[in-house]
């Protein structure tokens, strides 16, 4: 039985083998093929991360794939982004990225896209459950064949970026599918590339492989002070999320990473609209503003995102978990790979070093993602009470959650869309300010039993 709490906003996740037993998988790929064979595709591109469950999951989705019609490109074991760029690469009609991203090593899941790499999330997720429950599936016998793209996404990347002076860096891909791709590429294009944690295992012996959270970047902090590199990269699992750290060891908040690569887009692109989160800082709407641009909030998740940068044609942009869409002389997929390269483009033009560059953005205090655990079936509605109770008193943007703005800081509480936990950044011009903000969401949070966390949870660097 599929639980109806693995059909997310933006991708199908869930505890690998339980939820993606592979009669399920079976289903979904039944689902998926009906869903978007009735939209005109006819043959998908899936791709898979290196996760232990992968494989299964692969030969179960194509089953059911094949059976409703459509017919398969698989291009193996690859990144994310590689698995969009072949999607337009070899003119397919759409495709499935099997990957767990950035969670804990149980889990699995689906990210499904369109013709053109528009994503498919929200309602049309809901629609392909409802084709599965209703038994409502096309019949066929799709053909499947095997390619690889990835040295053409490499040959692409190396046209696309020019680096003019010699780069120290250094590289964790924690395990991920970044090490297929990136110590090579950089190393070509004439970098002196230091890596850690580059070799694919899907077990995740060192840390998970997600570049945002702090405790998982200690090493690569360590290594960039080590061996006095100019930066240092961190990929998550499959590659569509970037962390960065500077040369003195700090790690750099993708808020103000988009900020950085901001200034060059608008140069290229004056007037043009950025658009970023609910969780970034006050800081990047004044910088984009101060270079010309036009700042967009939206609502948080990959999908939502890319969406709503296609919608407004926006060259670049970007969400504090670390994924980060280059339209601007590239797909318009978030592409951690790419990102990080445009970024060293930008440091290879300038004598200035990264940490320069970050202290010219205006600094607030600020904290990173806070997560807190909650459950799947109540955490929607937590946000929800959370949200009215805050609006009788203050201003509330709540496009995404709810950001309550205090005039000196602010506050944000929303549900993920990928795990059962509630995510919230708080920031503020002084640290006294901004626990007392924290404080104040605190004290509401205890009123909800389903909601667990610690002071620990909540502590300030």
Not at 6 to 20: S, W
Not at 153 to 176: R, W
Not at 423 to 439: P, W
Request: net charge negative; hydrophobic share 40%.
């Amino acid at each position: 039985m599929l639980k109806p709490t693995i059909f997310r906003e933006y991708d199908i996740r869930g505890i690998a083998d339980e939820d993606l037993v592979d009669e399920n998988v079976v289903l979904l790929g039944k689902g998926i093929g009906t869903f978007l064979g009735r939209q005109g595709s006819k043959t998908l591109v899936i791709g898979r991360d290196v996760r232990l469950s992968s494989p299964r999951l692969r030969d179960a989705l194509v089953k059911g794939l094949q059976s409703t019609g459509v017919n398969v490109i698989d291009v193996g074991v690859t990144l994310t982004p590689i698995q969009y760029f072949a999607i337009l690469h070899l003119n397919a009609d759409g495709g499935v990225m099997i990957t767990g991203s950035h969670n804990p090593i149980d889990y699995n899941g689906l990210k499904i896209s369109k013709k053109g790499v528009v994503p498919v999330y929200g309602e049309q997720i809901q629609e392909i459950r409802k084709i599965i429950e209703s038994d409502d599936f096309a019949t066929g016998a799709g053909e499947i064949v095997e390619k690889n793209v990835m040295d053409d996404y490499v040959t692409t990347l190396k046209s696309k970026l020019k680096f003019n002076k010699k780069l120290k860096i250094v590289i964790d891909a924690g395990n991920g599918t970044a090490g297929l791709v990136a110590p090579k590429l950089w190393e070509d294009m004439g970098c002196d590339v230091e890596c850690i944690y580059c070799e694919p295992d899907g077990r995740f012996p060192n840390h998970l492989p997600d570049p945002t959270v702090l405790k998982y970047v200690v090493d690569l902090q360590e290594k960039v002070l080590e061996t006095g590199a100019d930066l240092g990269i961190g990929y998550d699992g499959d590659s569509d999320r970037v962390g960065v750290i500077d040369e003195k060891g700090r790690m750099i908040f993708a808020d103000t990473l988009l900020a950085i690569l901001s200034r060059e887009v608008l140069d290229r692109n004056p007037g043009s609209e950025i658009v970023f989160d609910v969780k970034c800082s006050q800081a990047l709407p004044e910088e984009i503003r101060k270079h010309g641009g036009k700042p967009l909030m939206w609502k948080t998740g990959h999908s939502l995102l890319k969406a709503k940068m296609k919608e407004i044609n926006s060259p670049l942009a970007g969400e504090m978990s670390g994924h980060i869409f280059y339209a601007d002389d590239y797909f318009g997929f978030d592409d951690a790979i790419y990102v990080s390269g445009r970024l060293m483009q930008i440091l290879s033009n300038t004598d200035q070093k990264l940490s320069e560059i970050v202290d010219e953005i205006p600094h607030f205090e600020s904290t990173p993602e806070i997560r807190i655990d909650a459950t799947d079936e109540d955490k929607f509605n937590v946000v929800a009470d959370i949200a009215d109770y805050f609006k009788k008193s203050y201003d509330a943007i709540d496009i995404d959650g709810a950001r309550v703005l205090f005039g000196d800081g602010w506050g944000l509480v929303r549900a993920s869309n990928t795990q059962p936990v509630l995510v919230l950044r708080f920031e503020a011009k002084t640290k006294d300010r901004l626990q007392e903000i924290i404080e104040v969401f605190k004290t509401k949070l205890r009123e909800y039993p389903s909601i667990k966390f610690s002071d620990e949870d909540f502590a300030i660097a």
